[in-house]
């Protein structure tokens, strides 16, 4: 018989998203640019489920019912485009072309309408969850017309993670809002990693502890608050000793850290959306900033820093524990509000409740916390921001103490903490009614006649300030 569904790019992501859908008793027909991977595909796993395995493009398309569903899991960018370029003129309308791959939304967008066009439906789907994700269950966000999400539906639930009961997927919204949803979560990863290397800097450099200690402490961290997929992995790579030198692994990598672009989509995005992201946004900076090796060493020999001062006392770790979790709430309502904002823009009517609830399970920043978030949307669907719902109100109230200790301490000290100390100053920012923008307004109008609104007045205002003084009304 003919397979139900189709995975076009059999590299790690897109050969362990086929065997996930084949152990649901789905059959998979499978095919790869090169055909030598998809030969050894089947020799590697062609029992474990009902595949059939093709070398052409044209076998690929016959061996599936109608309409046709077919998975493309190659490598983000051009390569999507050559794969729809050759399959469209081997598809009937109404087939469905599925991109897996971490395409950045606008490309999912020209994408769909240009799929439209030739009577083909397009999704673009977000996977989260690495290889081990795909394989056992990812969290999977996908975006496109609804229609075409029901023929694939059952099959996507099948194979996602699930958590207490609930499939971590959920049709997001039209066009490119799954890969939207997709790209703002892989920025909430780079904001928690950046978080939990601070709070690492912190117990290294000021506390003086070793990374064994370090992550004792986080194995700890992970049964409270904080308990996620990231918290517990800290533990266990600041345990793993290096089979070279005998002390820990993480003392001989080097610190700088690589990226593939998504977090800095994400940002850039913010920036057009006129959102502010500073904890992903530092984030991406950081990792920026890791990557001049070089200069930081030659910097390390000429600026000169504090004097070491005091040692840390005993609470300075749990002060560090709760100037992350507030941190991390912070970074988390800046990307829902992101997403809020691109979902107003956009007309995507995203449920920002249904994200936090798809990413408690299988993908890298699951976390007991979404459980919280989840809960917020659910009273409130449409929050401004997270940090006005009581629990993490008085969640962020409770922390604060500790938080601007952690601040003063890593200023002291000479630690840099820009994550930690973006979000507290995004906090204290948030919560001021009047801010300093008026000043900015009226040097504005003093050099470029840009306006300005009045407290107690309506209407646009300019002062004559190279001529008389004297305000005039403008509109
Ligand atoms: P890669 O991103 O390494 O892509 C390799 C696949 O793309 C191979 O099947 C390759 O075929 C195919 N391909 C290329 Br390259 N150019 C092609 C072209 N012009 N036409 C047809 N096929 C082409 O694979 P991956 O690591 O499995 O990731 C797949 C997608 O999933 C990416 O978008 C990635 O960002 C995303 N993703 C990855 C992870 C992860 O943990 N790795 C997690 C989440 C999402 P060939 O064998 O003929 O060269």
Redesign the pocket.
Known sequence: GQSRIGV????????NLARNIASRGVAVAVH???GS?TTEFMSEFGGEGDFTGTQSLQEFVDALETPRRIIV????G???D??ID?LTPLLDKGDIIID????HFPDTVRRTAECEANGIRFMGVG?????E??LLG?SIMPGGDPEAYAEVKDIFESIAAVVDGTPCVVHVGPGGAGHYVKMVHNGIEYADMQLIVEAYDLLTQVAGLDAHAIGTIFEEWNTGDLESFLIEITGKVLAKVDEKTGGPLVDVIVDQAGQ?GTGTWTAIDALGLGIPLTGITEAVFARGLSALRAERAAAAKTLAGPTPAKKADESLVDDIRQALYASKVVAYAQGFAQMRAASVQNGWDLHLGEMATIWRGGCIIRAQFLNRIRDAYAEHPDLDNLLMVPYFTEAVANAQDAWRRVVVTATEQGVAIPAFSSSLSYYDGYRRERGPANLIQGLRDFFGAHTYQRVDEEGAFHTRWAQDGTEVRTD
Not at 127 to 131: Q, R
């Open positions: 076009t790019g059999l590299a790690v992501m897109g050969a790869n640019r090169t991977k899991m190659v490598k983000a051009k390569p999507v050559s794969v050759e897996a791959g971490n395409s996977v989260s969850g690495g290889e994700g795909a990812p593939k």
